[in-house]
């Protein structure tokens, strides 16, 4: 997947102007999470907000993109992470360490989303409309904390996986200075995990270097080793601002 992003970067070329864009976001998010993870074929279903007490928290978000003619290639990195405190209901086991029922649990989940994208539109309307494919690398970095001060057990567990992702891109200009857009990208690697994300929303350029934007997106991944798996969705509304040149 990435021989064929950088194989539509050659295709292009930058002989129209360039346009520069930076912007930063918050993001106010629900979220669901659900894990296991073995040791010697022992390990327990485990839910972030059932077993572990993980609260919804909103978290921030950096992107940065370059736009030539009908082509723009995109970075963003958004670091995702939700903490818990909890007695526990149930004995679980992650990792090889046992949490029996009645231990507090301090629990820690963490994902960094690296994602490079790389967009090419086809005009409709005379440009009020643009239409085309997205062609995605994306990479996680996942962490999962579980300690239990009480009894001195702790464990921790880190894995990173990258996953590619196509889909549409849709942008609509009723006005010079709004843009409406709406995006959704992802892919199945079958048994070993898919990515899926969404994303709709509204840029508003009240001078000619600032932008607005307000939206909605969901984020769900899920990622399996054999018998190991995290399954993790984030979505919710978000509010960003940032430079254009």
């Avoid at 999962?144 to 894995?159: F, I, R, W």
């Avoid at 994303?199 to 939206?215: D, Q, Y």
């Amino acid at each position: 997947m990435s021989r064929l992003l950088f194989s539509l970067l050659a295709a292009t070329t930058l002989s129209a102007q360039p346009s520069f864009e930076i912007e930063g976001r918050y993001w106010f998010s629900q979220t669901d999470a659900k894990l296991r993870v073995q040791s010697q074929g022992v390990g327990t279903d485990i839910d972030g907000k059932t077993d572990l007490g993980l609260t919804d928290s909103g978290f921030p978000e950096g992107r940065g993109a370059v736009r030539w003619g009908h082509n723009k290639l995109q970075f963003a990195y958004t670091p995702i992470s939700f903490s818990g405190e909890r007695v526990v209901t149930r004995t679980l086991i992650f990792n090889g360490r046992t949490y029996a029922f009645g231990t507090r649990v301090i629990s820690n989940l963490e994902v960094d989303h690296l994602q490079l994208g790389f967009t090419r539109y086809f005009s409709i309307h005379e440009g009020l409309v643009k239409l085309g494919p997205i062609v995605e690398a994306n990479g996680f970095l996942l962490s999962g904390t579980l300690q239990a001060p009480a009894v001195n057990v702790n464990s921790k567990e880190d894995l990173s996986v990258g996953l590619p992702a196509l889909g549409p891109s849709l942008e609509i200009s009723p006005r010079r200075q709004v843009d409406i857009y709406g995006e959704a990208c992802g892919m199945s690697a079958g048994n070993y995990g898919r990515f899926i994300r969404t994303e709709a929303g509204v840029r508003v350029s009240p001078t000619r270097f600032l932008r607005l934007s307000a939206g909605y997106r969901t984020f769900n991944l899920r990622v399996a080793s054999s018998s190991d798996f995290v399954r993790f969705s984030v979505r919710g509304p978000f509010l960003g601002a940032g430079l254009r040149w």
